[in-house]
């Protein structure tokens, strides 16, 4: 029997790091409806916790009424609430030995030779993490330079502590990172890095994972075309093949903007399309060129919208207007009058109406995941690449999410195309225009 579908899904399950469309999903939530969860910390912890095998630790997905593959979803991000004290994060070296063939996904006991090891806790620093078998350390990463950070009651501000305030921390690392119960993963806090001190951080707080699930297994971190490219050939057993990547969703994406008020819109692949969440960042600079940035625990509140025969290849984003590029943002009524007035100069009677796009790309370099935003802009929009290069160029910018491999292609696109593509409502609602 099926069950009824909800107004509103409360998560506080996570998965083991896999994102498997074979799996139950939690719902189903109804058209319009909210999904609100208490996600845990992505990238260190699960990192350094051999028994999440994906890199990082999501939500359990949740599906949605009446979606099927070919739909896509609106995603409108409402709220996200930092709820961590402090957090841990910096520049990190693998360690040879520690894994087979990727350190995120197949952690195994340097010692006994066990992949996925359950493991304890016994003290603190880069060993305490040790192989409930044989009691050997098992964290696959260490820190090149890394730093504790703790954050004010009222989510504006971050500063970077000494060592004498990290190792403090490290004594009750799940308390201050505020781990959501249901979370299995080891806090980063307790290696107590210090290598930068005193340095204060403005709050920015977005998720570094949102979106739905693949339909084809694969772990939570790499479902995307850069780190996914991982997979292809790789020894252990979440494999991929190139075309068997293409399944991807690109719901990690690390891209700053995917914060509350933007409207994220993300293809369904599997029936139900299986809404996750995760690795909220409490801020980060674009490219998140450390390959690490502070990684927290929060409150997300998310309303979904059921878009039936909108068929994406990958996420459509419509950024808050101050996250816009400067040549991406539409034009104010003064600007449209001059740019009216000097066409009508040189014998032209009207101009383009336009409003701003974000396509996301995704690839195992930075050229590569351009590539892949202009196609697919192309491709929503019916127009050719070419076009899209152009218009990029003189009203957009190309922005990069996180190297080696995910890029924004936003640009100002005509009224008349985003209305075919079914988003002239998401346009007026975010930018007032249209």
């Known amino acids: 029997m099926a069950k009824k579908a909800k107004s509103t899904i409360f ?29 845990a910390p992505g990238c260190w912890g699960p990192m350094i916790t051999p028994s999440l095998k994906g890199g990082h630790e999501v939500t359990k997905p949740v599906a949605i009424e009446g979606a099927e593959p070919g739909d896509a979803v609106a995603i409108r991000i409402r709220e996200i609430n930092v709820t961590s004290v402090a957090t841990a994060s910096g520049q990190d ?53 890394g730093y504790t950070v703790v954050f004010d009651k009222i989510g504006q501000m971050g500063v970077t502590v000494n060592k004498v305030v990290a190792d403090r921390i490290a004594q009750n690392p799940g308390k201050f990172a505020a781990i959501p119960e249901n979370s299995c993963q080891a806090s980063v806090l307790l290696h107590a890095p210090a290598d930068l001190v005193g340095v204060p951080a403005r709050m920015r707080p977005f998720m570094g994972q ?66 996750y969440m995760g690795d909220m960042h409490a801020l980060q600079g674009d490219g998140e060129i450390a390959g690490h940035t502070m990684d927290v625990s929060g409150t997300v509140t998310l309303q979904v919208e059921l878009l039936k025969g909108c068929e994406l290849d990958g996420p459509v984003l419509f950024p808050l207007l101050d996250d816009l590029p400067p040549l991406a943002r539409p034009l104010t009524a ?83 195309k985003l209305e075919q593509a079914g988003f002239l409502p998401f346009v007026r609602e975010t930018y007032n225009v249209g």
């Open 11 to 39: 998560v506080s399950e996570f998965t083991d790091g896999i994102l498997d469309p074979e799996k139950p999903m939690l719902g189903p939530v109804k058209d319009g409806g909210f999904i609100v969860a208490n996600t």
């Open 93 to 145: 070296e693998v360690i040879e030995g520690y894994f087979l063939g990727d350190p995120y996904v197949a952690t195994k006991c340097p010692n006994c030779g066990i992949l996925y090891p359950e493991t304890k806790i016994n003290g603190t620093g880069p060993e305490a993490i040790q192989c409930m078998k044989c009691g050997h350390p098992v964290t696959p990463f260490k820190f090149v330079h």
């Open 210 to 275: 949102l979106g739905s699930t693949p339909s084809v297994r694969i772990p939570d971190s790499h479902n995307a075309g850069d780190v996914g490219s991982f997979l292809i050939g790789a020894p252990h057993e979440y494999a991929l093949t190139e075309e068997e990547l293409e399944q991807r969703t690109d719901g990690h994406m690390d891209i700053d903007a995917v914060r509350p008020g933007a409207i994220l819109i993300v293809p369904i692949k599997i029936p139900g399309a299986g809404i």
């Open 334 to 416: 003064e600007e449209k009058q001059q740019a009216l007035d000097l066409a009508r100069r040189w014998g032209m009677e009207e101009i383009e109406e336009t409003a701003p796009i974000s396509v996301i790309g995704t690839g195992p370099t930075i050229n590569a995941a351009v590539d892949n935003g202009l196609a697919r802009a192309a491709d929503i929009l019916d127009m050719t690449v070419p076009e899209v290069r152009n218009r990029a160029t003189v009203s957009g910018a190309i922005e990069i999410g996180r190297l080696p491999g995910v890029a924004q292609v936003t640009f100002l696109a005509p009224l008349d």
